[in-house]
């Protein structure tokens, strides 16, 4: 799995932006066979990273983290086998370095809210929303 994450950039408050995470290399869909349970994460400096997005397996249960339900969305092409984060009515404290990850599951219901459930890692992209 490789992971390459896009899309980060300046903004004003109330902007949208659209991240997205292509797993490149590969001639076959690992997102449409259901066994990678991927997510969106945000990192503050000094901090840990937050899940702030993530989708089961199999696409039919997302969770979102209270500081962003309602505002971003999360989806996947699994033809593509890129990831997206649908950014809307950013705010100042959206401010952060956002990371895609994934992880091979064989429980393709679930979703993971915790960094350390992640095994594979896209470099990060900057998000920075100004007032």
């Known amino acids: 799995v490789q992971l390459q994450a896009c899309g980060g950039g300046l903004v004003q408050a109330g902007d949208s932006l659209r991240l997205s995470c292509a797993d490149s290399?590969?001639?076959?869909?690992?997102?449409?066979?259901?066994?990678?349970?991927t997510g969106w994460l945000r990192q503050d400096p000094g901090k840990e990273r937050v899940v702030v997005a993530a989708?089961?397996?199999?696409?039919?249960?997302?969770y979102y983290s209270d500081s962003v339900k309602g505002r971003f969305t999360i989806s996947r092409d699994n033809a593509k086998n890129t990831m997206y984060l649908q950014m809307n009515r950013l705010k100042p404290e959206d401010t952060a370095v956002y990371y895609c990850a994934a992880v091979r599951t064989r429980l393709p219901w679930t979703v993971r809210q915790s960094q350390h459930e992640y095994h594979y890692w896209g470099l990060g992209t900057q998000v920075t929303v100004s007032r």
């Open positions: 989708m089961s397996g199999n696409g039919l249960t997302t």
């Open positions: 290399g590969r001639t076959s869909t690992p997102y449409a066979e259901g066994w990678y349970a």
